[in-house]
């Protein structure tokens, strides 16, 4: 009798864990550099002799404060994976790893061409998310640079694959109407990227996310763009990203029809993540730097975003 419910109870522990509803995260952490000069970046304001006095125990407290993040916003499971944009390099992945230590994190990262040296990067739960496949999709820009696309494909503990894309899409420096070629080069690459996938399986679970630099739009064949009819659950917040008192929803989540069928989104206004905006009222993101003055509790200029699907 006590065999029969051992079994049916672990039974139950597999139904419940196919069920369980997984999270996904995309975050702007702002800067986030280790202390050392690359010879080949343009990093040098983000070393102990650069303007930002940049060193390793303010290194080591960004990465504390991004990991917090990360653990909150799991709430009672780790996020299946994170999207990190702005992240230098395999070094400031690493000590991620060690801030989270008790978590089975693993990482993907691959150094992308753009001059200051800020890449994307993909967390992910090593035991949910087996991957297949991955790399970087470079985008075209003539003598000028940006950061890659990165694409993973993974299994989930349910046998589904779920295609994976981390964006930080070029800035609108010069002005928005001046750069906006470059961004719509690099949806033509995520683009030619979806409708590989999709042609090949037009039910596959697809999801872009990252900080589009512009505002939400439905753009993208095949993909909804689920910011565009985000429903404000925090009266003072309405965007991810806050400069000069007006709020934009630059951080994004385009997901393919079947995705878009399981999942749900929202931004992530946790109180800790906010101030009191003193100058432009209402609130602001917690950031690391507001000029040049260090705030050694500071996380990021963005708030993440988070999308659940079961």
């Known amino acids: 009798m ?3 419910i051992n079994i049916l109870f672990l039974l139950f522990l597999l139904i419940s864990s196919v069920c ?3 999270r996904i995260v995309s975050y702007n952490v702002e800067n986030f550099f280790d202390c050392r000069h690359d010879t080949l970046k343009d990093d ?11 060193t390793y125990r ?33 070094s ?38 087996h991957v297949l496949e991955w790399c970087v999709l ?32 070029p800035s609108m420096r010069g002005g928005q109407s001046a750069s906006e070629w470059k961004r719509l080069r690099a949806k033509q690459v995520i683009q030619r990227r979806t409708d590989s996938i999709l042609a090949r399986r037009p039910e596959a679970l697809i999801v872009v996310m990252g900080d589009m630099n512009g505002d939400p739009k439905d753009d993208l064949r095949g993909l909804k763009n689920r910011m565009t009819d985000l429903p ?28 878009d069928k399981r999942a749900s989104v929202r931004i992530y206004t946790a109180d800790f993540l906010l101030e009191e905006d003193t100058k432009y009222l209402g609130k602001r993101p917690v950031r690391t730097w507001q ?10 200029d963005h708030l993440p975003i988070i999308l659940d699907f079961r």
């Open 92 to 129: 400031c992945l690493i000590r991620l790893q060690r801030a989270m230590r008790n978590y089975p994190y693993r990482f993907l990262h691959a150094e992308s061409p753009d001059e200051r040296g800020i890449d994307v990067a993909l967390l992910y739960d090593s035991l949910r998310f």
């Open 20 to 22: 369980a509803q997984c």
């Open 58 to 90: 303010r290194f080591r407290q960004k990465a504390d404060c991004i990991a917090r993040v990360i653990c909150q916003a799991g709430q009672w499971d780790t996020p299946l994976a994170v999207g990190l944009c702005e992240v230098e390099n395999d």
């Open 2 to 4: 006590k065999t029969g």
């Open 138 to 169: 470079p985008i075209d820009l003539g003598d000028d640079y940006t950061r890659d696309i990165l694409y993973a494909a993974g299994r989930l503990p349910e046998g589904d694959t779920l295609h994976l894309m981390v964006c930080h899409l």
């Open 291 to 300: 000029g040049y003055k260090y705030n050694a509790q500071g996380y990021s």
């Open 232 to 259: 404000k659950t925090d009266g003072t917040v309405r965007g991810t990203h806050k400069w000069q008192g007006v709020w934009s929803c630059l951080d994004q989540f385009y997901v393919s029809s079947a995705m």
């Open 44 to 54: 040098y304001d983000f070393t102990p002799e650069g303007k930002y006095r940049w």
